[in-house]
């Protein structure tokens, strides 16, 4: 069976086709553009980012060595692993919880807390920061792995996420439960986890490239070297007399790739949780 030819465009057509990929093209060149620059300034021994066009040096694997050698750099990325993995676990734990809680056991005053909580949205960080710094502070915790992570634990996004998939789920399916003898913490595991996953994904992907990258609250608690985040670290490097370039874009490098990682492995699991609840039948 011959296919039916495909229609010629014509000139204007062909014209806004030419400029939207062209605009298209820009975008992605200026997006990517800085990160093949540190890319490739991460494998060449440059003594300044000046010198990396007129580098004659062939590619090499020392600033990388020199990283992986070094055991500063390595308890810093062990710091930021230890706080990320920490939050982004707790925080789904959290929310999961405050989200069938909010989304399936009546109490009262339910929904003020809920209200007051979202409410918390609008109230941008820096506002914030002094209040919980001083409370860290007057808890001892100031310099401490509970210090980087506590604060930083729940969001009310992430509540409201869950509350808004977990009120989705069929009462009758959890009464069925209770008449089985179900308990609250038996429903939670063995009905709402399960059928929970993909929010719950959506929101440990997003929870993880944020903690990862976040910079000013590690910078106000990590007050030694040995407890500063990676991306700290690389900032207050970078404000330093004497830099090593080349380790520091290697450096960059390195704390690009978690992040990269987590989101190509849950790149699936990350849109179906997106487009989940967007049709209804």
């Given at each position: 069976?011959?296919?039916?030819?495909?229609?010629?465009?014509?000139?204007?057509?062909?014209?806004?086709?030419?400029?939207?990929?062209?605009?298209?093209?820009?975008?992605?060149?200026?997006?990517?553009?800085?990160?093949?620059?540190?890319?490739?300034?991460?494998?060449?021994?440059?003594?300044?980012?000046?010198?990396?066009?007129?580098?004659?040096?062939?590619?090499?694997?020392?600033?990388?060595?020199?990283?992986?050698?070094?055991?500063?750099?390595?308890?810093?990325?062990?710091?930021?692993?230890?706080?990320?993995?920490?939050?982004?676990?707790?925080?789904?734990?959290?929310?999961?919880?405050?989200?069938?809680?909010?989304?399936?056991?009546?109490?009262?005053?339910?929904?003020?807390?809920?209200?007051?909580?979202?409410?918390?949205?609008?109230?941008?960080?820096?506002?914030?920061?002094?209040?919980?710094?001083?409370?860290?502070?007057?808890?001892?915790?100031?310099?401490?792995?509970?210090?980087?992570?506590?604060?930083?634990?729940?969001?009310?996004?992430?509540?409201?996420?869950?509350?808004?998939?977990?009120?989705?789920?069929?009462?009758?399916?959890l009464e069925a439960a209770k008449i089985d003898g179900a308990n609250p913490l038996?429903?939670?595991?063995?009905?709402?986890?399960?059928?929970?996953?993909?929010?719950?994904?959506?929101?440990?992907?997003?929870?993880?490239?944020?903690?990862?990258?976040?910079?000013?609250?590690?910078?106000?608690?990590?007050?030694?070297?040995?407890?500063?985040?990676?991306?700290?670290?690389?900032?207050?490097?970078?404000?330093?007399?004497?830099?090593?370039?080349?380790?520091?874009?290697a450096q960059t490098v390195i704390s690009m790739v978690p992040t990269l990682v987590?989101?190509?492995?849950?790149?699936?699991?990350?849109?179906?949780?997106?487009?989940?609840?967007?049709?209804?039948?």
């Amino acid at each position: 069976m011959a296919h039916p030819a495909t229609p010629r465009r014509s000139a204007p057509q062909l014209w806004a086709a030419f400029r939207t990929h062209a605009l298209l093209s820009l975008v992605v060149l200026a997006s990517i553009g800085p990160v093949l620059f540190v890319v490739v300034a991460s494998f060449r021994p440059i003594t300044s980012f000046d010198s990396l066009a007129s580098s004659t040096a062939q590619f090499t694997l020392a600033n990388y060595l020199g990283v992986f050698a070094d055991k500063v750099s390595i308890q810093w990325l062990l710091n930021s692993i230890i706080v990320t993995c920490a939050v982004t676990v707790l925080t789904v734990i959290v929310d999961l919880l405050a989200g069938y809680a909010f989304a399936k056991l009546k109490f009262k005053g339910s929904g003020l807390l809920l209200s007051a909580m979202l409410a918390t949205v609008m109230v941008p960080f820096a506002v914030t920061l002094l209040p919980n710094y001083v409370l860290v502070a007057r808890l001892g915790l100031v310099n401490t792995y509970a210090g980087l992570i506590i604060p930083l634990l729940s969001a009310p996004v992430g509540v409201y996420l869950m509350r808004q998939f977990i009120a989705e789920i069929p009462d009758a399916l959890l009464e069925a439960a209770k008449i089985d003898g179900a308990n609250p913490l038996q429903i939670l595991l063995k009905i709402i986890v399960p059928l929970a996953r993909q929010p719950a994904i959506v929101l440990a992907v997003f929870t993880f490239v944020n903690t990862w990258n976040s910079f000013l609250w590690p910078l106000l608690i990590a007050q030694s070297e040995d407890k500063r985040t990676l991306i700290v670290g690389i900032a207050t490097q970078s404000l330093q007399h004497t830099q090593n370039l080349g380790a520091m874009t290697a450096q960059t490098v390195i704390s690009m790739v978690p992040t990269l990682v987590v989101f190509a492995i849950f790149q699936r699991y990350f849109l179906m949780g997106l487009t989940a609840g967007s049709v209804k039948s």
